[in-house]
């Protein structure tokens, strides 16, 4: 396929001329029609009823609703590949204690996968294809000692895994489910979980990864800097660096597009007197340099986003750090889209269509959704 399947579309599959390997043609056309899925994100509503609670919202039908038990309090969100499925953190309201639990959406039943009678649940990660899962955890009788433990398959329960080395730090899971990529010391480390015998490898100029490509061929990485300043990067799997940009506040997260050719990330612009940040979104064509500036907040804020799927469409929600020059801001019109519809500081989230995102120009729409939310998450 020239670009992923779309969001909301019929796709038909016709053969009229094949053969089998012995020559033999067809008895008769095959015909397949396959529907994609509406458009459909989940996110941690932080208003009103909804606060604390996952929110299912299909953009298709406009509908939206509560996922998830109101007597749980959601703190961490991963969605599953399969469309179905989403794991999250959650506890009693007010309780610090954080169980880990399935969530299927079909049915909206939560089941209990991990409990906090022992051990504190902290780093929640997804495989890209959702079949592997892997929580973080530190045992209550032994605090300094944290352990991963993985879900390789649905079919699977949890069970601690020994990666060596220190564990402490952020990881994620690489496209092929056979290596973590860790944040260790001084560098990155990428740690194989098949074969004992394997060397990991060390990036030690790099302090985060941020984002590995579907194909695992390529990641977006983040090297701190001595002057404070952070570069984002990415490194090929021959060992190529495509340094893209040099940022004077801090790369907060990043994302592949599904050809791999492209990555968004959040990027803060810091002011050199009050070292706050105001964030951007940026699209990068890694391998040409290319960059377009998506998203531009003039207030500085928390911001969080997710691409579609599709790479139709990204969603995303903003929270001011100081809402009162974030209002002053909004009032005066210094907003560097004045064009852009009403901009929220109350975590409401954004749908910024992207048009043909491999066309410069293409025209890009940005609505303010009803829904105040965080961790927003595409369902594939």
Same mark, same amino acid.
């Given at each position: 396929l020239?670009?992923?399947?779309?969001y909301g *579309?019929?796709y038909?599959?016709?053969?009229?001329?094949?053969?089998?390997?012995?020559?033999?043609?067809? %008895?008769? #056309?095959?015909?397949l029609e396959?529907?994609t899925?509406?458009?459909q994100?989940?996110?941690?509503?932080?208003g009103?009823?909804?606060?604390?609670?996952?929110i299912?919202?299909?953009l298709?039908?406009?509908?939206?609703?509560?996922?998830?038990? #109101?007597d749980?309090?959601v703190?961490?969100?991963?969605?599953?590949?399969?469309?179905d499925?989403?794991?999250f953190f959650?506890?009693?309201?007010?309780? #610090?204690? =954080?169980?880990?639990?399935?969530l299927?959406?079909?049915?909206?039943?939560?089941t209990?996968?991990?409990?906090?009678e022992?051990? *504190?649940?902290?780093?929640?990660?997804?495989?890209?294809?959702?079949?592997m899962?892997?929580?973080?955890?530190?045992?209550?009788?032994?605090p300094?000692?944290p352990?991963?433990?993985?879900?390789?398959?649905?079919?699977?329960?949890f %069970?601690?895994?020994?990666?060596?080395?220190?564990?402490?730090?952020?990881f994620s899971?690489?496209?092929?489910?056979?290596?973590?990529?860790?944040? =260790?010391?001084?560098?990155?480390?990428?740690?194989?979980?098949?074969?004992?015998?394997?060397t990991?490898?060390?990036?030690?100029?790099?302090?985060q990864?941020?984002?590995?490509a #579907?194909?695992?061929?390529?990641?977006?990485?983040?090297?701190?800097?001595?002057?404070i300043s =952070?570069?984002?990067?990415?490194?090929?799997?021959?060992g190529?660096?495509?340094?893209?940009?040099?940022a004077?506040?801090?790369? =907060?997260s990043?994302?592949?597009?599904?050809?791999?050719?492209?990555?968004?990330?959040?990027?803060?612009?810091?002011?050199?007197?009050?070292?706050?940040?105001?964030?951007?979104?940026?699209?990068?064509?890694w391998?040409?340099?290319?960059?377009?500036?998506?998203?531009?907040?003039?207030?500085?804020?928390?911001?969080?986003?997710?691409v579609?799927?599709?790479?139709?469409?990204?969603?995303y929600?903003?929270r001011?750090?100081?809402?009162?020059?974030?209002?002053?801001a909004? %009032?005066?019109?210094t907003?560097?889209d004045?064009?852009a519809?009403?901009?929220?500081?109350?975590d409401r989230?954004h749908l910024?269509?992207?048009?043909d995102?491999?066309?410069e120009?293409s025209?890009?729409?940005?609505?303010?959704?009803s829904?105040?939310?965080?961790?927003?998450?595409?369902i594939?």
């Open positions: 020239e670009r992923p399947l779309q *579309q019929t038909s599959l016709n053969l009229a001329e094949a053969r089998d390997r012995q020559g033999r043609s067809l %008895a008769q #056309p095959y015909e396959l529907p899925r509406d458009r994100f989940l996110a941690i509503g932080t009103g009823r909804g606060a604390g609670q996952l299912h919202v299909n298709t039908t406009g509908e939206a609703n509560l996922v998830t038990p #109101p749980l309090e703190s961490e969100l991963a969605v599953g590949g399969d469309g499925t989403a794991y959650a506890g009693d309201r007010g309780s #610090p204690r =954080q169980n880990l639990y399935q299927s959406l079909s049915d909206r039943e939560s209990l996968l991990l409990d906090s022992t051990y *504190q649940n902290f780093r929640l990660k997804v495989s890209p294809d959702g079949s899962a892997m929580v973080e955890r530190i045992d209550n009788e032994q300094s000692a352990e991963l433990w993985m879900r390789a398959s649905p079919r699977d329960r %069970a601690p895994i020994d990666i060596g080395g220190e564990t402490r730090g952020d899971i690489a496209p092929d489910n056979n290596s973590l990529i860790v944040a =260790q010391g001084q560098g990155i480390a990428v740690v194989p979980l098949n074969d004992d015998s394997s990991p490898d060390f990036l030690p100029q790099f302090g990864i941020l984002a590995i #579907p194909d695992g061929s390529a990641a977006a990485a983040v090297q701190f800097n001595s002057d =952070q570069t984002l990067a990415v490194v090929t799997h021959t190529q660096r495509h340094d893209l940009a040099r004077s506040g801090s790369i =907060q990043g994302i592949f597009a599904p050809s791999g050719t492209r990555i968004y990330a959040a990027i803060g612009i810091a002011d050199p007197e009050t070292f706050a940040e105001r964030p951007q979104i940026v699209a990068y064509n391998s040409d340099r290319a960059e377009s500036t998506l998203v531009s907040l003039s207030y500085p804020a928390t911001l969080e986003f997710d579609a799927p599709d790479e139709s469409a990204i969603l929600s903003a001011a750090l100081d809402v009162r020059s974030a209002d002053e909004i %009032a005066s019109g907003l560097d004045p064009d519809p009403e901009t929220s500081t109350d989230i910024l269509e992207l048009g995102p491999t066309v120009d025209d890009r729409r940005l609505t303010l959704t829904i105040a939310g965080r961790n927003v998450t595409w594939p």
